[in-house]
């Protein structure tokens, strides 16, 4: 992704959220980063049901992979 090269971590973490991103890996500043993500939900550019929806998307990957068998190395 080339958002970083021309957008700050803030610019990029909210614009990543706005176009479907889940989670946003790697700032390069974090705290930017999630500054910008809280900034723009309490503002409303980025509503607080789009944050719910990640949420219920990870926390159901991360129970469906719990319930796969493990694989051995």
Known sequence: MVLFLHHTSGEAAVGSIK????????????TEAFDAVMA???????????????????LTLRLAMKKMPQLKE
């Open 40 to 58: 723009a939900v309490n503002n409303g550019t980025i509503s607080e049901e789009r944050i719910n929806q990640s949420v219920r998307r990870i």
């Open 19 to 30: 176009a479907g991103v889940d989670i946003v890996l790697g700032p390069r500043d974090f």
